[in-house]
């Protein structure tokens, strides 16, 4: 009776989704009040009756209910009850349905939080809203409804695929989903805009925070995929420009301009237009990897549905909200009104800086990503577009916009002066030149490159640490009160900070462990020890471990460094019985900030065993640079304040600097 | 179950007419005019900014008069927007709504549940099941409960002898082995545990007689030297390793054993003749059974070995179906389907192996090369 509930649930959230489309969206365009009102509690229940349908979901996983057929095939009655539960959104039928329940969540939240919202532009917000969600109910109902039963039920199920039976699966589609999906109510807000005609400053002030929201969930959601393929694929690698990946890495890539422009146009009235825009393709670049993911396009861990018909309807949703998202734009656009003019060189300036050359890197992923595939489609011809061609096109389009960040948050509003801005970052600059020299000489001239790239993480890092010293004026006013300052400061300020920061961070992983990473690829028999970096790692045997629902070769290894024993690691080899399914399970220690990972291969008849070895230096700055971004977001949505960017008169600038 | 069905219809449909009833009067405000309540909150929020000194005088001066820009403009546009709203096309538009809640809503929703929904099927836990009487159940859900018993208990010899035949009938040949084998680690071996473990790894392993299933026909005969079921299968091990002279002496030996009208016998029959070897038909034995009843049995033997290799087909075919398999799998369910001469169906399973095995160019070679041999190559 339960999961019946809960298909019952999802057939009426549909239906009344469909309300949500059409009632609010009319009440809207034609000022009627009442209608208006209809959004709020509707949005509401959605929420409610997608949730029934998530809990009666979870509750068949977790009851091990075999008369569902999605429980039966992504499911098995010995699996631990961690992953019974994560096996909900393991799969395509459940994942969408945490995707949708997301949808409903936001639009729950626009109704619930949106009080200062003009009636109108919340009532279309919420239709378009409506919309979306009515769009993927629909998908989900007609080719993927996770509620068909199967009747005589199995006595056992096929397992979830043993590379998702990981903690990585309880955080890192949440976290992407929450990402994703939180840019559809931006969307919405952006096609509110264009249906009411006008952008208006409650426009303005709403769409940074949700922008931020859900900018800070991708971020996060990112790096933990990332963290995970680095654990569990036994590579070692932590990003592979896999297509997957890119289909979440470009609606960052847009979202990241999408928030600077925000910024722009709540203070300042201006790039309004190009800010609706963004917000359109931001939605729809992860529209698009939602298509890539689930039409079968791709194969790989990801990749849940094969069914053509799921992949037309996909392509269906997405030529649908993207076609019409721009042609509304097209015709509706021209009636915005344009505010705010700005000199080149100032705040404005640089944020637009920013906006072209993130665009552009998103346009290069998108080459980069969809190439192969339509010349697959239309030649039958095979290529892979790997690091290289990324590493040629992406890398010079960052390279620009990291050596321009720290002067953005510098520059004044309106108009700036670059020579006083770049004054004073003569001492950042001397910090990163230092940090290049130091790197050059402690490495040899042959890794100038990495060096020069320690020198920009070491210029990104540095220039956020003075804008927010400069921001608390210490030599103006003295220690105390520039302690108190900092301390007052904004959060809009520390979140820029700490945004830039963590972005100079992750560079800095990134550029350590490509440059100074050593690997060594060997077989290993007991009692045998290899050298990597400072560190000696004693191979003790391997055992046989039973887990619940797999068997594990486990090997054991000493790690040694100046003859005292550190750590130790104990990567493993894993069978599950289910599906006959090997996985690795890497054995990574941790020391400061860099990592020795070990993986096991193949396993050998005298005891020994094929194994990659890894020293990776600063490895984990790659994911806590991600976690300070994601800190300087929370920073920053929690500055409640309503913002104003104004000019500050060039004389008295002077004067006060003096 | 109706009862929750109708509350949250009822629920839905509420939260459609409330907000139409209650706010019927006030009319929206143009949004020119909320946008000069933000620009009032700017101010205020200015106020208090300079307040806790973030921003400086001269900052705070330089941001009121922009704001003060902004609501100059925002006023002007209200005074603009501000005309009256018209009453009647709002009544209908309501009447069209309330309509909307009362009537389409909880019958699209019912309708759609009604042409989905399964609602006679209840939730079926897995543990409620294995505790529910044992009677009426089917195989697979003993076996599941054995299963449970043993994952918990797997010290007792007994259930795993008990389950292991279930298994060779449910065509899970390799779990059927494994199961033998933890019953003669339990109880001991015997003859037939022996001889059953042997052939549950032949069955697990295409028909192949492997050295492990070899060594424990071997152990078998040594138990009973007259046993005949291993010696049948070590003379197929003999017959395999195209060890001729051998094979031919071990099936002649397995022969005398015959009293007329086995089964065994006959395979062993057709076994010498494809060697080459002519074996006259079993003499009629003075008080044995009539030529009638051989065929008979015969018959029966092949009905009962049609049927068996029919459900294990089934089976296969099944789980290639709901979770794809090895390629091995597919030349195996491609084989047995030639075997029982079912052609319609060998097509459609060379079809769907192609679909499933596409990314494995070597694997669609073989699967080609088989369905050729076969006789439905294209």
Redesign the interface.
């Known amino acids: ?5 809960g ?3 999802l ?2 959230a ?3 989704a ?2 949500q489309c059409v ?1 609010p969206v ?2 809207a365009v ?9 959004a ?3 949005a ?2 959605q929420f ?2 997608v949730g ?1 349908a998530f809990a009666a979901l979870s509750h ?1 996983y977790v ?5 569902v057929l999605n429980v039966v ?1 992504n499911s098995h ?2 699996k631990p009850d961690l992953y019974k539960i994560t096996g909900v959104w393991g799969n395509h039928e459940g994942s969408l349905l945490l995707w949708v329940l997301i949808l409903a969540l936001f639009g729950a939240l626009v109704a619930a939080f949106g009080r ?1 919202i ?4 919340r009532a279309a917000t919420l239709g378009v809203q409506g919309w979306v969600t009515a769009a993927f109910l629909l998908f989900m ?1 007609a080719t993927s ?1 996770p ?1 068909l ?1 199967v ?6 199920g ?1 397992d979830l695929n043993p590379i998702l039976q990981d903690v990585g699966l309880a955080i890192h589609p949440p976290l992407l989903y929450i990402g994703y999906v939180g840019f559809s109510i931006v969307f919405s807000f952006a096609i509110a805009a264009l249906l ?1 005609g ?1 952008v ?3 426009w303005a ?1 709403w769409v940074r925070p949700w922008t931020l929201l859900a900018w800070m969930f991708l971020t996060l959601g990112i790096a933990m995929g990332s963290y995970w393929a680095y654990y569990e694929l036994g590579w070692g690698g932590y990003w592979f420009w896999d297509p997957v990946e890119n289909a979440s890495f470009m609606p960052w890539l847009a979202g990241t301009a999408l928030l600077h422009s925000a910024i722009v146009m709540e203070k300042r ?1 201006a790039l309004k237009v190009w800010t609706v825009l963004l917000a359109i393709l931001t939605f729809s670049l992860s529209l698009l990897g939602t298509f890539l993911v689930r039409s079968g396009v791709l ?1 790989s861990v990801h990749a849940f549905a094969t069914d053509p018909l799921r992949g037309t309807f996909i392509l269906g949703i997405l030529v649908a909200f993207i076609g019409g998202s721009l042609a509304l734009y097209a015709w509706r656009a021209p009636l915005l009104k344009q505010g705010g003019l700005f000199a080149p060189v100032s705040r404005e300036g640089a944020l637009v800086l920013n906006n072209l050359l993130l665009t552009v890197a998103a346009v290069s992923v998108l080459v980069g990503t969809l190439y192969p595939l339509a010349l697959e489609a239309l030649t039958d011809e095979k290529i892979s577009v790997g690091p290289p061609f990324f590493n040629l096109t992406f890398g010079p389009l960052m390279v620009p916009l990291l050596i321009a960040m720290p002067f953005g948050p510098l520059l004044a509003w309106k108009r700036g002066d670059l020579a006083a801005v770049s004054q004073r970052l003569y001492a950042v600059l001397g910090l990163a030149l230092a940090a290049t020299l130091v790197t050059a000489w402690a490495q040899g001239t042959e890794k100038i490159l990495a060096a020069l790239g320690v020198g920009l993480a070491a210029w990104v890092i540095c220039g956020a640490v003075a804008e927010i010293l400069s921001r608390a004026r210490f030599r103006d006013v003295g220690l105390s009160t520039g302690l108190s ?1 900092l301390y ?3 959060g809009s300020a520390w979140g820029t900070a700490l945004g830039h920061a963590g972005i100079g961070i992750t560079l800095l992983g990134i550029v350590a462990v490509s440059a100074f990473e050593e690997e060594k690829v060997l077989t290993i028999r007991p009692g045998e020890s290899v050298e990597i970096g400072d560190y000696r790692l004693a191979f003790g045997g391997l055992a046989r471990r039973t887990g619940p629902n797999y068997i594990d070769d486990v090997g054991h290894f000493d790690i040694y460094r100046g003859g005292a024993k550190v750590a130790e690691a104990d990567p493993a080899k894993r069978l599950y019985t289910a ?1 006959r399914m090997p996985t690795t399970e890497a054995g990574i220690v941790t020391f400061g900030l860099s990592q020795i990972y070990v993986s096991i291969g193949e396993v050998h008849a005298d005891g020994g065993a094929d194994i990659r070895l890894y020293h990776k230096p600063l490895v984990t700055l790659i994911w806590l640079g991600c976690l300070v971004m994601g800190g300087g977001a929370v920073v920053s949505l929690f500055d409640r ?4 960017g ?4 060039a004389r ?1 600038q002077l004067a ?1 600097a003096e | ?1 109706w009862i ?2 109708s509350l ?2 009822v ?2 449909a509420l ?2 007419l ?3 009833a ?3 009067r ?4 143009a ?2 005019a ?2 000069a309540e ?2 009032k ?2 101010l205020d ?2 106020g208090r ?1 300079l307040d ?3 921003i ?1 005088q ?2 705070a001066v ?2 009121r ?3 003060a820009r ?1 609501l100059i403009a ?1 006023d002007q546009a209200a005074t603009r927007d501000a005309t009256g ?1 018209p009453g009647d ?2 009544r209908l ?2 009447r069209v ?1 309330q309509m ?2 009362v009537v ?2 909880p019958l ?2 019912i309708g ?2 009604l042409a ?4 006679d ?7 409620a ?1 294995l505790q529910a009487s044992t009677q009426d159940r ?1 195989l ?2 003993l ?2 409960r054995v299963e449970q018993h043993l ?1 918990k208990d797997p010290e007792d010899g007994r259930g795993w002898d008990v389950l292991a035949p279930v298994y060779m009938r449910l065509g899970r040949p390799e779990d059927a082995a494994a199961a033998y084998a933890a019953a003669i680690r339990l109880l001991g071996p015997d003859v037939n545990r022996e001889t059953d473990r042997g052939e549950a790894l032949v069955v697990a392993n295409n028909g192949i007689v492997s050295a492990e299933a070899h060594a424990a026909f071997e152990r078998a005969v040594k138990l009973d030297p007259e046993a005949v079921k291993p010696r049948f299968f070590l003379a197929l091990a003999l017959t395999q390793e195209n060890r001729r002279e051998a094979a031919i002496a071990a099936w002649q030996d397995l022969l005398k054993d015959a009293r007329g009208g086995e089964a065994w016998a006959e395979a062993v029959r057709i076994e010498l003749a494809k060697l080459g070897v002519e074996t006259a038909p079993a003499g009629e034995p003075v008080a044995g059974p009539s030529r009638e009843d051989v065929k008979a049995a015969e018959g029966m033997a092949a009905d009962e070995r049609g049927a068996m290799i029919r459900s294990m087909v089934d089976g296969l075919d099944a789980r290639l179906a ?2 794809g398999g090895s390629t091995a799998e597919w030349l195996q369910l491609m084989r047995a389907l030639a075997v029982l001469g079912d052609t319609d169906r060998l097509r459609q399973v060379i079809a769907r192996a192609g679909e499933a095995l596409k ?1 494995d160019p070597a694997a669609l070679a073989q699967v080609k090369s088989l369905a050729r041999e076969l006789g439905e190559g294209s």
Do not use: C
Request: hydrophobic letters at 50%; aromatic letters at 6%; a neutral charge.
């Open positions: 009776m339960i999961i019946e509930l298909h019952f649930a057939i009426l549909f239906v009344l469909l309300v009632v009319w009440g034609s000022g009627d009040r009442r209608l208006m009102a209809v709020p509690p509707v509401g229940m409610l009756l029934i068949a009851t091990s209910d075999f008369s095939e009655s010995a200062n003009p009636a109108d532009l109902l409804n509620f039963r009747s005589p039920a199995p006595m056992e096929n009411l006008r208006d400053a409650a002030r009235g194969t300052r007052g400061l904004p599906r304040r309503l913002r104003v104004a000019p500050k008169p008295r006060a | 179950m929750a069905f949250l219809t629920l839905a939260a459609v409330v907000p139409l209650r706010s019927g006030a009319q929206a405000r949004g020119s909320h946008d933000v620009y909150a700017q929020e200015v900014d806790r000194g973030l400086s001269e900052a330089a941001a008069t922009e704001i902004r925002a709203e096309a709002g538009r309501l709504v909307l809640a389409v809503v699209a929703a759609a549940y989905f929904g399964a609602p099927i209840p939730d079926q836990p897995l543990v099941r089917s697979p859900e076996v599941a994952a709901a979770d990314d």
